[in-house]
């Protein structure tokens, strides 16, 4: 199975994907699921659907694209900030925050066992059209909520920051939003973020001690990610304050806020992608310079070409499985995959070459340590912790569909 550079994809982006381009996303790219995306998808339930489509069918369809074969569930950026806050190192270089993980000791050694999580569960039952009432419910509260910020307040209050004059495009937003955080006295900076987030008054006054007691430091060592939270929020007020981002939200569309808050869990990927215009204008400038923005119709134009590409196989090698003839992108750098893979992991083509035949007396013993982990994971301490440092393995439990579309991504023998 291929591994690949850790993407995210917005709603728009994998909903421009036929199914067997969606298998390609999901074979060569390790994807970072956002709460945010399962959300919105759930929320399709509560649209009305043209060319007499239920939501229920579109958001089966969704869900089937999604990808089940290489990827992971991101925790809640409400939770990640506030670990942020409390002292947690919350990595910001690409990798997966991942939540629900039990520690599990085996013969002297320590690692994380990651079960299916509940959004995987309810991806599941999408496929086949069956949604929970509960479900039902929180889509509908969740569209709700998005009808109701409060742009009457919000946009008068930002309009008077404008004392130079208002920005001229949203670069110059996002300028003016770093200036502040980052340039003014840190604890009103501070304070003003956690009221901007909604931390609770109780848990702002512990913060604001725990960072006098590390010596008030600059709010963007003392919780980078929350300072990146803040940075994003702020400077979408600021944008639609300045009219460069429309506080209007057209009929049957989710608010420009909905597209904005992906920008919360860029920190953890390689890859954004997206169709969406806001996305095209606003993410590049929140990116790190090892982080890369590919157009929703491009990655889909490429996932096309890879799929006429490996279509024309023999009937034999392709029924093996994607892992026998696709364990890495053709090498050829015409593809934009492979230059993608090419940036973001450098070293694929020497493993590649390294790579030798599996044994199978090892994918025995490979199988029955992976039972046994989950089997030990079932009576472990749920409330156990483990630092990155003392980790010395991680299973994650899958259970992806053998095949979509004109696929079979496992072959007969596995």
């Known amino acids: ?29 390790l994807s970072c699921i956002t709460p945010l995306f399962l959300t919105e998808t759930l929320a399709d339930l509560e649209k009305e659907v043209k060319a007499g ?13 999604t990808p089940d074969m290489q990827a992971y569930p991101c925790t809640h950026h409400q939770k990640l900030i506030g670990g942020d806050l409390y002292g947690n190192i919350i990595p910001m270089d690409g990798r997966i925050p991942c939540d629900s993980g039990r520690v599990v ?23 086949g059209g069956d949604f929970l009432d509960v479900e039902r419910q929180f889509a509908k509260k969740w569209r709700r909520e998005l009808s109701d910020m409060d742009y009457e307040h919000l946009y008068p209050f930002f309009r008077k920051w404008f004392l130079l004059g208002k920005p001229k495009d949203v670069a110059e937003a996002k300028t003016l939003a770093d200036a502040y955080i980052d340039g003014s006295p840190q604890e009103g900076s501070l304070k003003f973020g956690m009221m901007l987030l909604n931390v609770s008054e109780a ?50 569309k989710v608010d420009n806020k909905v597209d904005i808050a992906y920008l919360y869990y860029l920190p953890f990927c390689m890859v954004f992608t997206s169709k969406d215009k806001l996305h095209r204008r606003v993410v590049p400038l929140f990116l790190r310079d090892d982080q890369t923005f590919v157009e929703g119709d491009d990655l889909k134009a490429d ?33 934009l995959v492979t230059r993608l893979w090419d940036k973001h992991l450098p070293d694929w083509r020497r493993l590649k070459a390294q790579t030798m035949p599996p044994d199978q007396s090892e994918h025995k013993a490979l199988i029955s340590e992976l039972s046994r982990i989950a089997k030990t994971a079932e009576s472990s301490d749920p409330a156990a912790s483990l630092s990155i440092e003392q980790t ?10 053998r095949a979509k579309g004109k696929w079979d991504r496992y072959g007969p023998n596995v």
Do not use: C
């Open 203 to 252: 848990a702002q006054h512990e913060i604001l001690l725990r960072w006098q007691q590390a010596g008030e430091p600059p709010v963007r060592e003392f919780a980078p990610y929350f300072r990146h939270v803040f940075g994003v929020e702020l400077f979408f007020y600021l944008a639609v304050a300045a009219d460069q981002i429309s506080r209007v939200r057209p009929a049957g």
């Open 105 to 127: 000791n085996l013969d002297g050694k320590s690692g994380i066992f990651f079960s299916r999580t509940p959004e995987e569960e309810a991806l599941q039952r999408w496929y």
């Open 392 to 401: 010395e393995f991680v299973q994650f439990r899958r259970t992806p569909l």
């Open 303 to 335: 996932l096309r070409k890879l799929d006429e590409h490996y279509s024309v196989l023999p009937d034999e090698l392709k029924s093996s499985g994607f892992h026998k003839f696709a364990a890495y992108p053709p090498e050829d750098d015409s593809f």
């Open 1 to 29: 199975m291929a591994l690949g550079p850790i993407l995210i994809f917005d709603k728009s982006a994998l909903q421009a994907l036929s199914l067997d381009e969606a298998n390609w996303l999901d074979n060569f790219f």
């Open 53 to 65: 489509r239920t939501s229920d069918d579109v958001v089966g369809s969704l869900a089937l694209k």
